[in-house]
């Protein structure tokens, strides 16, 4: 059973398109993220949501809008496809609530997202 | 903002060697954790240290933290092919969430 998976691994799209990345945990966790992992392996926080609401929103861009429609699942969507958008885009989840010690992050496999 | 950055940016050693990878980071922290990330992998949680404590063991995994230099170092005794990946260090400062460093890329040749 995978703990926190995400889909699709793979997604290849022109500029201008707007694309969808989906995360599901069954740990049972709390909290989830989203995190940005550029071509030189640089880890940045984009989103963090406690039960359902957001409660770190980092200096991202407004085409990114992240849904929680429970707290098993932690969508992307991102209209407006960039260039600059492509990147891997990993989701986590931790029992702790994303405040002081968190705790430990499990994160899925990432999903390579390239814009031409 | 980033907080952690690792040293070495690249590492390549033998198998059998020993692995020293450092972290240095920028403000005070309740828990600092490394991380590796095998290539096209999600990252995999290795070990948390408290600011409260010196050092921690787990297995062939050797962490100190040293939070008056405000530096951590990850210790892999005995290495082996499997280890080669990259390893993050990873701080908890408060009410953010984790704030990951660029990473260590450690090549294990056999």
């Known amino acids: 059973d995978t703990a926190v998976s995400q889909t699709p691994k793979y997604l290849v799209t022109q500029m201008g398109n707007d694309k969808s990345i989906k995360c599901e945990q069954n740990?049972?966790?709390?909290?989830m993220y989203w995190y940005k992992q550029d071509s030189k392996k640089f880890l940045k926080i984009m989103f963090s949501?406690?039960?359902?609401?957001?409660?770190i929103n980092e200096t991202v861009p407004n085409r990114f809008s992240p849904k929680s429609p429970d707290k098993a699942h932690l969508n992307l969507h991102i209209n407006s496809l960039e260039l600059g958008d492509s990147a891997v885009y990993f989701c986590?989840?931790?029992?702790?609530?994303?405040?002081?010690?968190?705790?430990?992050?499990?994160f899925g496999e990432g999903s390579r997202l390239t814009v031409l | 903002s980033q907080q952690g950055e690792e040293d070495p940016q690249a590492l390549s050693i033998q198998e059998g060697e020993n692995a020293t990878m450092n972290c240095s980071y920028k403000t005070s922290i309740n828990n600092l954790q490394w991380y590796r990330q095998n290539s096209g992998r999600g990252l995999v949680h290795l070990i948390l240290?408290?600011?409260?404590?010196r050092e921690k063991h787990s297995g062939r995994l050797r962490v100190t933290l040293d939070t008056s230099k405000k530096s951590s170092s990850l210790l892999i005794t005995a290495s082996r092919a499997a280890d080669t990946a990259s390893y993050f260090c990873a701080t908890d400062s408060g009410n953010t969430p984790l704030v990951f460093g660029k990473g260590t890329r450690l090549s294990v040749i056999a």
């Open positions: 740990l049972g966790h709390d909290t």
């Open positions: 949501y406690n039960n359902k609401e957001l409660i």
């Open positions: 986590a989840s931790s029992r702790g609530s994303g405040g002081p010690n968190t705790g430990e992050l499990f």
């Open positions: 240290i408290r600011s409260n404590e």
